[in-house]
Every structure is written in structure tokens, then in C-alpha cells.
């Protein structure tokens, strides 16, 4: 810095350092990991002891809402029992913490890839790894919670396994953090409306709760390095990166609810499929669950016309 000017400050009697834009955005990046750093602190759960593991399963209940589950509305709802109905909404909800789990392990990957070697005094790498614990957590939680709902170990189809396995290797910047953004977006709709559900079996609510309140740090924390890391980015990068994300959407989207829950609940998995892909009710539920991420992704330009046909497919807009 001392070639970069004409005289020492003493010399000159400037200021030994003028704040720049830069230094302004990096003390608002500080600050905001700051408070969720504090509220962290403050409020966090233990899933090992808040959740009651021990009461066994009342399949008197719901595993989520009725009317989140793929085939509500349709003709093969209306002919199931209600008991069959429970048992489909206890395994579609253990396949969406399946694959929780799954892009769980994909999002702490990428964190840990872009904080690896950065400065760990740095408000931002310490909420980094408060976030990576935090999914941690919540894995384990998912987990424990699919296994007591009785499921099995619902996995994506392997192609989807292994275009997760090159895009936590090569997404970075806002490419990574929007789409993290966009799986905690969804689950996050879904399950406001399990936790406060009643018919929804207790333990099951109580996940909910714990995701919900944590995950609003965490998204928080997406959204603002996704505007971050846009605010460098050059047009071409933008599109492709804004193609990249609605891929990755589509990916986790089409990925929640595996098809096998329609046989471990006893449906005839052809017809249910069928229905399930056909139902309208179900699509116009996820459009309204992503109403507020797409304005978002809007208001950072990522919203092109290549995007919006997977965010089309996909049933988000």
C-alpha cells in the first residue's frame, strides 16, 4: 500500500486508512454472521434429548399433512382406507428425510470446500461450521425418525446419486449457496405446516420444529452469500449459473418423495405413480411453497428462460 500513494499519512495527514466498499460489505457480512452466531447460541436444539424416541409409533397418526402427500386429491386417495392413507403419509415423509439427509451431506461438503483454508477468525467461517454442525444434527435426526416411522433407507436413483457427487465437487459461489437455498426453502414450507398438524404424529412435529427454527439461520445465511457472490459475477457466468441452480432444483425437487413408498405402503405402485405425476393439487402445493424462493431467485436475475423450463417441469413456478 505504501507505493499506492504519494507520502506517508503522516506526510500528508490523510487518514492512515479510508474505509472502502469493499470494507463496507465485508463488516455487513460480518455482522449478520455475527447475530446468527448469537442467536445460535441462544437457541438450538439437541434432537438426542427434544425428540421422544422411546414411545413407541401410534399409527394412529399421520406421518405429514394429508394434503401434502403426492396422492391427495386424486382418484386413488378417495379408495384408500384411512389407515392406508397414514401408513402412505408416514413413508413419504421418511423418503423426504431420506433425501434431507442425502443433499444434507452434499450442502456441509460444499461449506467446507469454500471456507477450507480461510481465515477461522472470521465471523463468516465460524457460522460456517456452526451451520455444518448444525446438518449434522439434523441427519442424524432424519435418520432416527425415518427408522421410527418404519421405512426402510429411501436413496435417489443412482444417476441422481452420482450427479450430486460432481455437483458438490464443482459448484461454487452462488451457484452452491442458491441451491442449498432452494431445498431448505421447500422442505422448510412443508414442514411449517406438518409441525403446527395435529393429526401429524407427535415426535415427527417435533423434528419439524427443531428443522424450521434452525434452518431460518441457514437460509438467511444462503441468501445473503448467494447476493454476495452475484454482485461479482459477469453476465455469462450468471446464465449458467442460473441454469446450474434450476438443474439442481429439479434434481432435489423430483427426488423428495421416492416411488418405492407407494409399495412399503401397500399401494399398487404402477397406478399410484401414475396419479401421483398427474396430480394437480399436489403441483399447485409446491408452486405456493416456492412463491417467495422464486422472487427471490427473480430479484437476482437467475430467473432466465433456460432456467425456468426445469422450474416449469419441476412444478415450481
Request: proline share 4%; hydrophobic share 40%.
Amino acid at each position: 500500500m505504501a507505493g499506492s500513494i504519494i507520502g506517508s499519512p503522516a506526510e500528508t495527514g490523510a487518514p492512515s486508512h479510508v474505509p472502502s466498499s469493499t470494507d463496507s460489505t465485508d463488516a455487513a457480512d460480518s455482522d449478520v454472521a455475527r447475530r446468527l452466531l448469537a442467536s445460535s447460541a441462544t437457541l438450538s436444539y439437541d434432537p438426542a434429548t427434544e425428540v421422544d424416541w422411546e414411545t413407541p409409533l401410534d399409527k394412529d397418526f399421520h406421518g405429514a399433512s394429508p394434503e401434502w402427500s403426492t396422492l391427495y386429491g386424486t382418484a386413488y386417495w378417495r379408495e384408500l382406507s384411512e389407515e392406508l392413507r397414514k401408513e402412505l403419509t408416514r413413508q413419504e415423509a421418511a423418503s423426504v428425510a431420506s433425501t434431507g439427509i442425502w443433499f444434507e451431506m452434499i450442502l456441509q461438503q460444499m461449506m467446507l470446500r469454500d471456507m477450507y483454508a480461510k481465515d477461522p477468525t472470521d465471523p463468516r467461517f465460524q457460522w460456517a461450521l456452526t451451520e455444518i454442525a448444525d446438518e449434522c444434527r439434523h441427519s442424524i435426526m432424519f435418520a432416527r425418525g425415518a427408522k421410527k416411522l418404519g421405512a426402510p433407507a429411501y436413496r435417489p436413483k443412482r444417476a441422481v446419486v452420482e450427479l450430486g457427487r460432481a455437483f458438490k465437487t464443482v459448484a461454487f459461489g452462488e451457484a452452491a449457496y442458491a441451491a442449498i437455498l432452494v431445498a431448505e426453502e421447500v422442505l422448510d414450507v412443508m414442514q411449517r405446516d406438518w409441525m403446527r398438524d395435529e393429526r401429524v404424529v407427535p415426535f415427527v412435529r417435533t423434528i419439524n420444529n427443531i428443522h424450521v427454527v434452525e434452518e431460518s439461520r441457514h437460509m438467511k445465511f444462503a441468501r445473503d452469500e448467494t447476493r454476495k457472490r452475484l454482485a461479482k459475477a459477469g453476465p455469462v457466468r450468471r446464465q449458467i449459473h442460473a441454469l446450474v441452480i434450476a438443474i439442481a432444483s429439479y434434481v432435489i425437487v423430483t427426488s423428495m418423495v421416492n416411488a418405492d413408498v407407494y409399495e412399503h405402503a401397500g399401494l399398487d405402485r404402477k397406478r399410484a405413480v401414475r396419479e401421483a405425476r398427474a396430480n394437480e393439487h399436489h403441483k399447485s402445493m409446491m408452486r405456493a411453497s416456492c412463491s417467495g424462493l422464486m422472487e427471490f431467485l427473480a430479484s437476482c436475475r437467475l430467473l432466465t428462460k433456460p432456467a425456468l423450463a426445469f422450474y416449469k417441469r419441476a412444478n415450481l413456478v
